[in-house]
């Protein structure tokens, strides 16, 4: 089977701190590459209390989760994608400025395309973006 090389959105992360499901196995998957702006730990972080509510668990506990899931996730940090910053806000800037640095990271590295299931995401047509659902059946597929 061939591996995935992915940039993940937030709202991925955030799924697999909420809930243990595929997209946490996925995840954790040493078998994929997975990569991370580091401005995504930022939102992370500030979504802290949300995630809280949602599981249950003190911050501690999730930031536990989330320093596991990050074993198998490279965080991309921003001077490394600084160079496709001004393609990436030409492409994302008029749709969600939010989500620029996801699509500098995946015009820096040799990937796939980002693994999202933000619909403005979709809405720009120079990276690939795949939904949950579609990387499930990709990897279920044995692609």
């Known amino acids: ?49 949300l995630l809280m509510e949602k599981t249950g668990l003190p911050g501690e506990e999730i930031n536990l989760a989330l320093s596991i899931l990050l074993t198998n996730i490279q ?20 749709i969600d400025k ?8 995946s015009l820096s590295i040799a990937c796939d395309g980002i693994w999202s299931d933000d619909k403005d995401l979709k809405r720009q047509r120079k990276i690939k973006v795949w939904s949950t659902q579609e990387i499930i059946h990709l990897i279920q597929s044995g692609f």
């Open 1 to 49: 089977m061939k591996y995935l090389r992915l940039i993940v959105n937030t709202n991925i992360i955030m799924k697999a701190l909420i809930k243990n499901s595929k997209v946490r196995v996925i995840l954790l998957n040493p078998n994929h590459q997975f990569y991370l702006p580091e401005y995504a730990i930022e939102e992370i972080e500030k979504h802290l209390p």
């Open 75 to 94: 965080v991309v940090h921003s001077e490394n994608i600084s160079a496709k910053w001004n393609e990436a806000e030409e492409i994302m800037g008029p």
């Open 98 to 105: 939010g989500d620029i640095p996801f699509i500098a990271a």
